[in-house]
Structure formats: structure tokens, C-alpha cells
């Protein structure tokens, strides 16, 4: 898929993997729909715009269903039917398993999983008319391997692997592709916070010997929008700390 002039829409954008997601698809020449839950600044419009395209702001609840139908709405009214969809909003609350509250688990899924439905939903009719389009979902190594004190964000992200898959057998007829990108340890705010210690033992699993840069999640994104002939897959960006047999 040639990507300029297509509209991306890129859930939680406003920093971190999402931002550089979205400037890695304006740099190919895509419209770019910046999303968070909060107002968006002009500033960070502007240098989305600075790179030659067109960039709108979209705040809203990803985990409402209406609300993801109004934000799709709106872009669909400013710059035209979203052609690729990057799933990326999420959130943690870890706790161990006997500490985790019900409604510290059913959040996250609520986010994370539930999210990635209501927005992937919203954007399918489009896509299936015009039998283009590819949806990107962002899980994590955690949704495969598990991870202490996770129990609610590893099976958000193991059942966005699920919900991708069977997306992608259903839309594949129609030309849409559907895959999903596992992230390991990446150098955002989120690993800005673990100490030296963690962070030697997280290294000592990691075969790279490094934590990874947002900008290889983003050139992933990248590849998996311009192919129109992978899907259902789950490619690991993550060092091989998680290496299938």
C-alpha cells in the first residue's frame, strides 16, 4: 500500500510508541489523526503538519463505544474514511494476582482489549466497502509470555493476539490486513522509571543486550501498513527476549 494521503489513525498518540508511530506515517505522506483522551496541544499539531501533511486532533474514550464511533465520525467528516488504524492506547495497573481488585483487572481489559474492539469496529464498514485498509494492534511480549503482577495486562494483550487474528481471516477477502506487534522492553517513560537493578536483569534476557527505541516499533508499523499480503501475524519487536521455536 502506498500510504500518501491516506488517513492513519493512531490511538493514544500524544507521546511515547503512539507519537512516533504517527510521525513515522507522516514522514510516508499520510493524514494523521492524533488521539488521546485530553485536549491535544497546538504545538504538537503543528509538528505533525510540519512534515507536509494534514493532522487533525481527536480526543476521546476508546473504551466507549459511542465515543469511538464519534471520533471515526469526525475524522470521516475532516479529511475522509480512515484507511489504516493503529490500535495503540493502553494502560497498566500491576499488582500481584492476590492483591489485584476486580476492577483494576476489568479496567485494563476494558482499555486495552475492549478498545481495540470498539475502534477496529467502527472503521470496518468503510474499510470493507472500499476493500482496503490495514489495522495494526499493538499487544506486548507480555501477552505471550506472561509477566509477574501482570495477570490483567497480560491477557489484555494475549486477547488483542486472539481478537487480531480472527479479524484478519475475516477481512482478508476484502483486501484488509490485520497484525499485531509485540513490543519487549522499549526506551519510553514507562522504563524510564525502572532501577539499575531491574534493569540488569531485564538485560540479562535479552539477547541484544539493549532496550529497544520507539522508532523500531514505529518503522514496524510501517512495514506491516505498506504489506497487503501479511496478515494475522504477531511480529516481536523486542530484542528476542521472546523467540518462537
Known amino acids: 500500500m502506498n500510504l500518501k494521503d491516506k488517513v492513519a489513525f493512531i490511538t ?46 481527536v480526543s476521546g474514550d476508546i473504551s466507549d463505544f459511542e465515543q469511538a464511533g464519534r471520533m471515526i465520525k469526525e475524522t470521516e467528516d475532516q479529511l475522509g474514511p480512515v484507511t489504516i488504524l ?9 499488582k ?22 470498539n475502534m477496529t469496529q467502527q472503521v470496518l464498514k468503510k474499510m470493507l466497502k472500499q476493500r482496503e485498509g490495514a489495522i495494526i494492534n499493538l499487544s506486548s511480549v507480555s501477552g505471550l509470555m506472561g509477566n509477574v503482577g501482570q495477570a490483567n495486562y497480560a491477557a489484555s494483550k494475549a486477547g488483542v493476539i486472539g481478537f487480531t487474528k480472527s479479524v484478519a481471516r475475516e477481512v482478508a477477502p476484502r483486501g484488509i490486513t490485520c497484525n499485531a506487534i509485540a513490543p519487549g522492553f522499549i526506551k519510553t517513560d514507562m522504563t524510564d522509571v525502572l532501577s539499575e ?13 539493549r532496550f529497544g527505541e520507539v522508532s523500531d516499533v514505529a518503522q514496524t508499523a510501517i512495514f506491516l501498513a505498506k504489506s497487503t499480503y501479511i496478515t494475522g501475524q504477531v511480529i516481536n519487536v523486542d530484542g528476542g527476549l521472546v523467540m518462537h521455536g
Not at 87 to 94: M, W
Request: with cysteine; hydrophobic share 45%.
Open 197 to 209: 537493578k531491574v534493569v540488569e536483569e531485564v538485560m540479562k534476557n535479552i539477547p541484544m543486550q
Open 12 to 57: 493514544g498518540s500524544t507521546r511515547g510508541i503512539g507519537l512516533e508511530i504517527a510521525k513515522a506515517f507522516a514522514k510516508e505522506g499520510a493524514n494523521i489523526v492524533l488521539n488521546g483522551r485530553s485536549a491535544i496541544s497546538d504545538a504538537l499539531i503543528a509538528e505533525i503538519t510540519d512534515l507536509g501533511v494534514k493532522c487533525i486532533a
Open 96 to 117: 500481584l494476582m492476590l492483591r489485584m481488585k476486580p476492577d483494576e483487572f476489568d479496567q485494563v481489559l476494558k482499555i486495552n482489549l475492549t478498545g481495540t474492539f
Open 86 to 94: 493503529v490500535n495503540n492506547a493502553g494502560i497498566t495497573n500491576d
